[in-house]
C-alpha cells in the first residue's frame, strides 16, 4: 500500500488538497462562490452570524482552526474593510436593515416597499412591480453617487446615528492566529 498525502510546511499531512475561501461575512459569499465556480477543490466557508457580532472570538477561532486543518492547502479569507481599502462611498443593497458610517457615506438603496422609510436613498421597488425600469433607477443611483461625492449627505446621515469600528485588538484572536501559522 501507497500512502498519498499532502505534506504542510509545518510538518502535518493532509489526505486531500482543498483550497478554502473563508468569507467573514455572509455580505461576501456571492463574491466567493463566483470565485469558487472558477476552480476545482474550493470549499466556501461562510459566517453567518454579521461581522459585526461583538464578542464572536469562538467564531473566529473555528474559523481559523478549519483553515488550519491538514486537508487545505490554502485559504482566501474575504471580508469587507472598506475604509482600509480606501472606499470612498458604499452603494449598499439593503431590504431595509444596514448600517451607517461615519467615515464612508452609504447610499442605501431597498427593493422591498415595506421597508422604505426616511434612511434609504433610492427605492428600487418599483421594478418588481414593472412601475419603474431599471435604467431609470440606475440613472437615479448614478446622480445619487455624484451628489454624495459631491458632499450631498445621505439619508441615513440624516437620521443621525452611525458607527467606525475596528475590532478590539484581543489576545484570544492573536493566540488563534500564532497557532495556525503554517
Known amino acids: 500500500m501507497y500512502f498519498k498525502g499532502y505534506k504542510r510546511s509545518n510538518g502535518t499531512v493532509g489526505i486531500r488538497n482543498k483550497m478554502l475561501i473563508i468569507s467573514v461575512d455572509e455580505c461576501l459569499e456571492g463574491i466567493s462562490r463566483k470565485i469558487a465556480d472558477e476552480f476545482e477543490d474550493v470549499i466556501i466557508v461562510t459566517n453567518y ?9 469562538e467564531t473566529l477561532s473555528n ?8 486537508n487545505v492547502a490554502g485559504v482566501l479569507v474575504m471580508a469587507m474593510h472598506f475604509a482600509a481599502v480606501g472606499a470612498q462611498l458604499i452603494l449598499w443593497t439593503s431590504g431595509g436593515a444596514g448600517f451607517n458610517n461615519q467615515l464612508i457615506p452609504v447610499i442605501r438603496v431597498s427593493g422591498n416597499e415595506n421597508l422604505i422609510n426616511e434612511d434609504i436613498d433610492i427605492d428600487a421597488s418599483k421594478i418588481m412591480r414593472n412601475e419603474d425600469t431599471v435604467e431609470d433607477v440606475g440613472s437615479r443611483i448614478f446622480d ?14 440624516d437620521v443621525g446615528y452611525s458607527y467606525c469600528t475596528l475590532y478590539q485588538k484581543d489576545t484570544r484572536l492573536e493566540y488563534c492566529i500564532k497557532k495556525c501559522e503554517l
Not at 481559523?64 to 486543518?69: K, P, V
Not at 445619487?144 to 446621515?157: H, L
Request: proline letters at 3%; one cysteine or more; hydrophobic letters at 30%.
Open 49 to 57: 452570524n454579521t461581522c459585526m457580532l461583538g464578542g464572536n472570538e
Open 144 to 157: 445619487k453617487i455624484i451628489k454624495v461625492a459631491g458632499g450631498e449627505k445621505t439619508s441615513i446621515e
Open 63 to 70: 474559523l481559523i482552526n478549519i483553515g488550519c486543518n491538514p
